[in-house]
């Protein structure tokens, strides 16, 4: 028997987040969406990068500031073109980043955003029939999103989580890294490993037993 099954769970966000600013010509607070288009200025011998940004309402524009009086030589030459030619997968790469988004001091609404999970998505029933001791379902997701990954567990599994809690406390699910637990935001990387053995027995145990509690973790 194999000792382990290597799976992958993809996440993927229909949209940027919204950035919340206070629109000149709405004269009130707005959310702005990403245009996926960036402004480039060059002076002298350096470069200025921003983001736009637009009023939903309105339309009107603001610029994040993406890079700053940088020389163009620093600039990796791949993605000096994808500025250039308002690469979208570029612009959602910096409307996530947390980096830019403190830097630019905008607060942030990611309430719009809807997700997609893809990739080998399987029952309780489908990981118990698996010929392996352990099930790994690593995650992929290109940006860094505002969603926990309980919910991305309970979604891909379809348990609730009252059987989530249960499957934690006995180790029939656990996270890596170590330090990651249900409150974690999902990220790059983070692996879900099932014991077989061990859902083969929660599986086995009364129905009394999956009753469902549907409240948010």
């Known amino acids: 028997m194999k000792t382990r099954m290597q799976n992958e769970w993809i996440i993927s966000p229909s949209s940027p987040p919204l950035y919340i600013h206070k629109c000149s010509k709405c004269k009130k607070m ?17 470069v200025d990068v921003w983001l736009i940004y637009k009023c939903t309402k ?12 940088v020389n163009p030589k620093s600039i990796n030459s791949e ?57 790994e379902f690593e995650i992929k997701v290109k940006y860094n999103i505002d969603f926990r990954l309980a919910k991305l567990i309970k979604s891909n599994l379809n348990i609730s989580n009252v059987q989530l809690e249960q499957m934690l406390s006995n180790g029939v699910i656990t996270m890596f890294p170590v330090e990651t637990n249900k409150r974690s935001n999902v990220m790059n990387g983070q692996k879900i490993i099932i014991n077989r053995e061990k859902i083969c027995e929660y599986l086995a145990k009364p129905d009394d037993d999956f009753k469902e509690n549907k409240n948010e973790i």
């Open 79 to 135: 993605e000096y073109i994808k500025f250039e030619c308002n690469n979208s997968e570029t612009a959602w790469k910096y409307a996530f980043d947390l980096d830019i988004i403190n830097k630019n001091k905008v607060q942030v609404d990611y309430s719009e955003i809807k997700y997609l999970f893809s990739g080998n998505i399987l029952t309780l029933k489908e990981i118990a029939e698996q010929e392996v001791d352990l099930i």
């Open 58 to 69: 309105c339309n009107n524009t603001r610029n994040i500031d993406i890079l700053t009086r």
């Open 30 to 46: 707005m959310p702005y969406f990403c245009s996926d288009k960036f402004r480039l200025n060059a002076q002298k011998r350096t």
